[in-house]
């Protein structure tokens, strides 16, 4: 009987394939561990909550608090959405069916202004930390190598890769409880004192934290815990993706989130040598060495490593899935249509498609950091506000929170705060003038160019333009 329902199972992966379809193979338990992989929390504690605790010193705990609320609002609206539309295409996918064609050529512009930048960006942080392991080594080798290794995981069967990368996962999970272990012993300070009297090391010295400094950071505070929406490439993958999608996404935006403020929120409360913390260059590797040993340090920073190489594992996936979703939709020359719809009989994955994506992220990775940055750093504005205006007009219309999909609660609040914080982000980002100001006009102008080619190219094709479901 077993033998007859693998057979079964490998003659409709055989004829999904050869109709250019993915294998839905996955639990709704595999594709959380690739969300969470994505988010990785690791990385923006380490990143994002870093800068954030020099910047706000211990009022980067009440952030992070506030940060955790943000998540919730990105959670419920992007659950709705990916119930309704858990397609490889993400959210382009709904976002188009709702608001229509110029919407998901909007956003699927977006995304592809940033999937390389973003890979790129990854593997040149990738390096920073191995590059601390193994100093004598040439830092091309741990950038090159990464994304190379990266690819190579990305091209195996979705269930070998979700094993490959839930080790690494585990393995950066135990890093965020060391941080927390280290910080748990009797409070230094109350709560009180973190929230209404924040100080941060200033010029050496401890010194209260100005106020617009404060509202500046709570935009970094909340992006560094949102996630989850990763899951919705893994749609056409996932079992029962309407029934399941919705609780995948919160539960993965919930718990990254959790993880993130945790040690974020004790390490204000618990540094004994607050001076010393903030004004380290690393607040968490400090607090760490301090609690534990010098022999800490090394270990987060190769824990660091692998979750920078585990993220950027699955971000090549999920691109992968994107193309693959815009070669079915027709975006591009049909020649290039058919390449990315291939699908692999035996793995399952895209891996025309995967080739493409690290390609582009290999021709990135020449470019500067900072370049890189200014190309991710405006995205959430544009591409938010588009999720939140879908979510909002999704139930009106019908398209969204019916029968057996996930619904948001409370709604209309959750896309109407969604929307809040999208002008929240907009106002820091302008603010910026060294990434948020110049990425706000570069995504700007990707969205200027996505509206005339839908209405120079997509909207004249017979029918007009609309993303595929089913």
Known sequence: MIDDEQDGRNVSAVADAQAGKLHRRLGPVAVLLLALSSLSPVVSIFGIGGHVLHQAGTGAGPLFLIGICGAGIWAMNYAELGSAFPYAGGDYVGVGRILGGWAAAVTAALWLAILGPWIAYSVQTLTVYAAQLAPNLPPALFTFGGLAAAMGIALMSVRSSVVLTSLFLALEMAAVVIIIVASLHVPA????????????????????????????????????TVGGNQALAFGE??????????????MACMLGAVCIATPVVLLVLGA????????????????????????????????????????????????ARLFYSLGRDRL?????????????????????????????????????SHVLLIFLTGFFVYGWSLVCLAVLIGRRKQATGGEGFWRAPLYPLTPVLGLAMAAAAT????????????????????VLAALVWHRLALSRRPGGWIPRIG
Do not use: K, Y
């Open 272 to 319: 004994s040598d607050l001076e010393g913390v903030l004004g380290s260059p690393a607040p968490f590797t400090a607090l760490v060495s301090t609690a534990i040993g010098a022999w800490a340090g090394p270990a987060l920073n190769a824990c660091v490593a692998i979750a920078i190489f585990n993220a950027t594992i699955v971000s090549i996936m999920g691109g």
């Open 237 to 250: 993958e996932l079992i029962e993706p309407h029934r399941n999608m919705g609780r995948v996404v919160v």
């Open 332 to 368: 591009f020359p049909e020649a290039l249509n058919r390449f990315l719809t291939q699908v692999e009989p035996g793995s399952g994955a895209p891996r025309a498609a995967t080739w493409l994506v690290g390609s582009i992220g290999l021709g990135c990775c020449f470019l500067e």
């Open 189 to 224: 300070r109350g709560f009180d004192t973190m929230a209404l009297r924040p100080v941060t090391v200033i010029a050496g010295a401890l010194a209260p934290v100005p106020l617009a400094v404060l509202a500046t950071v709570s935009v970094s505070a909340v992006f560094a």
């Open 427 to 446: 106002v820091a980002n302008l603010a910026d003038a060294e990434a948020g100001r110049p990425s706000l006009i570069t995504m700007g102008m990707v």
